[in-house]
């Protein structure tokens, strides 16, 4: 069955720290990679996705993902971080079965400290 | 920017009744599903629904769930008997093909 693993459950920053929170799926086949976010009080929001292509792919709010395919990873990155980042971000891989479902981690909760 | 809407944001049950959640999918969007999410946990695949009928359902969908498209906008995910256990942050999420979803902000259930 397929699995995403998100190593980071807590995460605490400084306002302009880098970021990166990792995330590892299990599937051996060709999938489709996202990463989603969740701002306190708000719905999921699609931050960016790979389907094919270039592996380094750029989102929104200046964020980007890298798909090492060797790795079977998908490691969301943000070269400075806001306050406005806190939220939880979740990883979630779409691959296989009748449909797209997808199968998300268990999320990491990012707080940014002024 | 259109969006995936649900109604209503905060329900509270009593163990055994019924409950209807409801959500109005993206207009042009033909692939819906329902996820959840318990409280500190991971958000789970519930079904997916296209053309009228369930295309996937997990484990999690047993017979106590149902889900309808009942008229062109609206797409419903029904508890026969609610359980304490099905106490949980419920997501729809509608598609326009097998690709991107877009999820709404969700109905929290809790039952008493």
């Known amino acids: 069955a397929q699995s995403v693993s998100q190593h980071n459950h807590h995460v605490i920053l400084s306002e302009a720290a880098s970021l990166e929170l990792g995330c590892n799926y299990s599937?051996?086949?060709?999938?489709?990679l996202f990463w989603y976010v969740q701002y306190p009080g708000q719905h999921l929001q699609l931050l960016l996705k790979y389907f094919s292509g270039d592996p380094l792919v750029k989102g929104i709010k200046g964020f980007e993902a890298e798909f090492i395919k060797s790795k079977f990873s998908f490691n969301l990155r943000k070269p400075s971080v806001q306050w406005s980042d806190t939220a939880e971000y979740f990883c979630a891989v779409e691959g296989g079965g009748a449909t797209n479902k997808l199968i998300f981690g268990t999320g990491t909760l990012l707080a940014v400290q002024p | 920017e259109p969006e995936v809407t649900q109604t209503p944001s905060h329900q509270v049950t009593q163990m055994g009744q019924e409950v209807i959640l409801r959500c109005v999918p993206i207009s042009n969007h033909l692939y819906f599903y329902w996820y959840r999410q318990i409280l500190g946990q991971k958000v789970e695949f519930l079904v997916s629904f296209y053309n009228n009928e369930i295309s996937e359902k997990s484990e999690i969908f047993d017979d106590q769930f149902s889900v309808e498209r009942p008229d062109g906008s609206n797409f419903t995910l029904k508890i026969r008997s609610t359980k304490l256990e099905d106490s949980a942050m419920y997501f729809c999420?509608?598609?326009?093909?097998?690709?991107?979803?877009?999820f709404g902000p969700g109905t929290r259930l809790l039952v008493l």
């Open positions: 999420a509608s598609s326009e093909g097998q690709r991107t979803q877009y």
């Open positions: 599937y051996g086949g060709t999938v489709n």
